[in-house]
């Protein structure tokens, strides 16, 4: 069923504001280019009202992840707000929160459109070992609706920066993954679309689709090297990435 987009916008922006994030209304609705139009006009009127968006993420862009949710193309979303390693939520501030763990790159040049990978490498001003927290806003199977609703963007948790030395390659850079002390996974940075600078070439084709691009000084969140894991009051996750350092996020204990 076709919807009306002007509608639509308005809609989910009223839902919003009542705290209702997956209007009923919509469910079984939307198409995907539906649910990024109204993504990125929730997004604007976001800005517009005081915030700022500081870049971007990739999601299921690993077969891990992609097997976890039954979806097997790449999607994106907007980054409105970091914080450092180390940083602990509070006990109930957040929604069925999980993390996933990613190769946060910062670029210090804009990409717009059909780019080679030379130029993404180019692109990249610095690196930092990241997890990116999410939001288990509604129910994940309404994939359209998660796209809609900023792709379960919450927050990115990012370590020490650090610049892509030539002899690097992102594809090999793998990392370890603890929580609560125990190893929970392992990974590599070529389960993220064979490299994690392949994600930034698809943002960069795909986001021409919607008037926008990657714009110096933009994060983007690359996508994670292991599957998403739960994070519940009490737990502490960290990770480990070869030559690129650690990241630290924990969720405060309830009272």
């Known amino acids: 069923m076709t919807i009306d987009l002007a509608t639509a916008i308005d809609d989910f922006w009223a839902a919003r504001k009542r705290g209702e994030i997956f209007p009923a209304a919509y469910f079984d609705r939307l198409t995907i280019d539906d649910a990024y139009r109204i993504q990125l006009a929730q997004i ?56 996933e763990t990613e190769l946060c790159m910062r670029l210090g040049r ?10 993404v490498r180019a692109a990249i001003d610095v690196i930092h070992p990241s997890f990116e927290i999410i939001e ?31 002899d690097i390659d992102p594809a090999r ?5 603890q929580l609560n002390g125990q190893e929970v996974a392992t990974g590599f940075g070529s389960a993220v ?18 008037g926008r691009s990657l714009r110096p000084g933009d994060i983007v969140m690359t ?27 924990g969720i405060a204990k309830l009272e």
């Open 44 to 99: 604007d009127r976001r800005v517009a009202a005081g915030e700022r968006q500081i870049g971007w993420k990739l999601g299921l862009t690993s077969r891990a992840i992609q097997e976890q949710f039954g979806w097997y193309e790449p999607q994106f979303a907007c980054i409105m707000e970091t914080q450092p390693s180390g940083h602990l939520f509070g006990a109930t501030e957040l929604i069925q929160p999980g993390f």
């Open 110 to 119: 804009g990409l717009e459109g059909q780019v080679d990978l030379q130029q």
């Open 136 to 166: 288990k806003r509604g129910p994940v199977k309404q994939v359209a609706l998660v796209l809609a609703d900023n792709g379960q963007q919450r927050s990115v948790v990012i370590g020490a920066p650090l610049p892509l030395a030539s």
């Open 173 to 177: 850079v793998t990392v370890r993954v």
């Open 193 to 210: 679309l064979g490299n994690p600078l392949n994600s930034i070439q698809w943002l960069a084709a795909k986001l021409i689709e919607y």
């Open 223 to 249: 996508g994670s090297f292991v599957r998403q894991f739960a994070l519940h009051p009490g737990d502490a996750a960290v990770a480990e990435f070869s030559g690129f350092g650690r990241v630290e996020v």
